[in-house]
């Protein structure tokens, strides 16, 4: 039988309150609470989301008799790194966190030559079950909260600049957890990541990947955010994707499709179509001729399709396609005018790939 979905996380106790789940509106009310002016709340976003600094015992501007309340209040510790794995010459860096309830979850920063990636999580485990996915296997612990969503993305900025004198430049939620289940804490932590009196990141370099929560990817087309979406797509045909992606039984190939249409006429964004490529389940030629035409029905020429070839995963019966299967696939959807390319897989040997984050010990 199939595994559930679990859509509505297990209730748990709610990590503490910190400056980054609030707005510029409850940043005042924050400090006007503590009996501090009301320009205390743009210092103290100043601090975090433009010099990264999450202890008010460093906040120079900040008087030496409140810090100690700024801190309990606003700043408490959420996340500690238990593990920090890299590879490819330093170039990748997995981290494992732990929050304050003892939850882990995982991110990665990637270094590329004109860009510098942290892959973060949205939930620590997930309930959509995708088979292929490591994080599937195991299961939905918890919503990560919006400031244990945006630690992560100051935590790889901070490392960037102190490591390498270098800039984040793009946050993908291609983590552990199903954004779109997590809905308010991933909007509220987007708008803080693209916002200039937040991180300052530039939308279209923020990816939301979702397995196709059709009804949420509408509702974000709504928000006018214009981030880019990515819709784990991994079969064009109904049959084949209700064993890959359970949530297919839910909103089908045509509903996913459907709601990718409406954010990229909302947007005008291009939408990137995910597609782990399968050895002899998702990768042959005349399934690479269905894809092509249904995104051509749904999106003409706002889809970008993303070939992963498969990751492996512990227990997992599944292989990526032999290279020629994976230039043929890629082939047939060029010719129909699709732009398509294989993602440059990073991380593979620390687990740290997509599909690979399990937060184990
Ligand atoms: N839940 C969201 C966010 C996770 S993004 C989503 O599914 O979109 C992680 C991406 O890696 C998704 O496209 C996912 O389908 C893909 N993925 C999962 N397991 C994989 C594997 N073993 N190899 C390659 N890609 C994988």
Redesign the pocket.
Known sequence: MAQQLVFEAPRRKVPPQHLADFDAAGRIAAVEALGLPAFRANQLAHQYFGRLTADPHQMTDLPAAVRDRVAAAMFPKLLTAVRVLACDAGQTRKTLWRAGDGTTFESVLMRYPQRNTVCISSQAG?G?A?P???TGQAGLTRNLSTAEILEQVRAAAAALRDDFGDRLSNVV???M???LANYARVVAAVRRIIEPSGFGISARSVTV???GVAPAIRKLADERLAVTL?L?L?APDDELRDTLVPVNTRWNVGEALGAARYYAEVTGRRVSI?Y?LIRDVNDQPWRADLLSERLRGALGRRAHVNV?P????PGSQWDASPKAAQREFVRRVRRTGISCTVRDTRGREISA????LAAGG
């Open positions: 997930c959509m995708c292929f996915c490591a939620f291609m983590g957890g199903e954004p990947s979702t397995v990515a784990s991994h995910e782990a992963i498969l990751n492996p995963t790939a997509c599909g690979q």
